[in-house]
């Protein structure tokens, strides 16, 4: 899959690329909403992973977008966050899946692994 990592926390954001490479995925980093929306504008990702805390605007806003702008089947979007899924507010809705910090990569290569049931 080509996945878009959009986390601020580059350390974070750059070691979940290392890994996703590792499994053999394409995998893209941005660590900030506009950046985010600026590349899924210029190339087509399978799948995003979002954290919900950006410093330019909330992750949720960047899924809308990528939803809206979506040319064709839009991308999985799995939230990341440091607040549980029942914690994390408005998310409920605009994401496919979602992982608490620290990521559970096995959890992340079962989600990558199948396709999204439609």
């Known amino acids: 899959m080509n996945v878009l990592i959009v986390d601020d926390n ?3 954001a750059d070691l979940l690329q290392e890994l996703l490479v590792l499994q053999d995925h394409t995998a893209c980093c941005t660590y900030t909403g506009q950046q985010a929306l600026d ?3 210029q190339q ?10 950006l ?3 909330p992750g949720t ?5 990528l939803r809206a702008s979506a040319r064709g089947e ?7 966050s440091g ?3 029942d914690e994390a507010g408005n998310a409920a809705g605009l994401f496919d899946h979602h992982l608490q910090k620290p990521i559970d990569f096995d959890v992340l290569d ?3 692994a199948r396709p999204l049931a439609g």
Not at 61 to 65: S, Y
Not at 74 to 80: C, D, F, G, M, Y
């Open 10 to 12: 580059h350390a974070a």
């Open 74 to 80: 839009p991308p999985l979007l799995v939230a990341i």
């Open 61 to 65: 806003e960047v899924a809308r977008q």
């Open 44 to 53: 087509r990702f399978d799948a995003a992973l979002v954290d919900l805390t």
């Open 55 to 57: 410093p330019d605007f």
């Open 110 to 112: 079962r989600i990558l």
């Open 83 to 85: 607040y549980a899924a």
């Open 39 to 41: 590349v899924a504008a």
